[in-house]
């Protein structure tokens, strides 16, 4: 079992930057791939971007591709999301996700993962 608090969300002026941590529970946090989605009003869930247990591996969605960087420090039980030249279109609640993992692989699809935060808003502003 883990549980997952993001923080970190905001308000910004399309072009800033921000960066979500989001921390886990428990003392097993290295054998779990992480994940962040997002979810605007009125739509589904995207995938944004995914790390592997080790960090060795990450994959992106192509709309954040280059401008959002997945990071995780294993010590800290913490995977950050770094989100740089943000869009009006960014908008949205962002989730980060955890499964267990026994090799160094990502997952992008909702269902792949057992456990979810609470989210946290970021919105983008002309």
């Known amino acids: 079992q883990v549980q997952l608090v993001e923080s970190g969300g905001g308000l910004v002026q399309a072009g800033g930057s921000l960066r979500l941590p989001c921390v886990a529970s428990?003392?097993?946090?290295?054998?779990?791939?992480m994940g962040w989605f997002r979810q605007a009003p009125g739509k589904e869930r995207e995938f944004v971007a995914a790390?592997?247990?080790?960090?060795?591996?990450?994959n992106y969605a192509g709309s954040v591709k280059g401008r959002f960087t997945i990071s995780r420090d294993n010590a800290k039980n913490t995977v950050y999301l770094q989100m740089n030249s943000l869009k009006p279109e960014d908008t949205a609640k962002y989730y980060c996700?955890?499964?267990?993992?026994?090799?160094?692989?990502?997952?992008?699809?909702?269902?792949?993962?057992?456990?979810w935060g609470q989210g946290t808003q970021v919105t983008v502003s002309l």
């Open positions: 428990g003392r097993t946090f290295s054998t779990y791939a």
């Open positions: 996700a955890a499964r267990l993992s026994t090799y160094s692989s990502t997952y992008s699809r909702p269902s792949d993962y057992n456990y």
């Open positions: 790390i592997s247990r080790s960090g060795s591996s990450t």
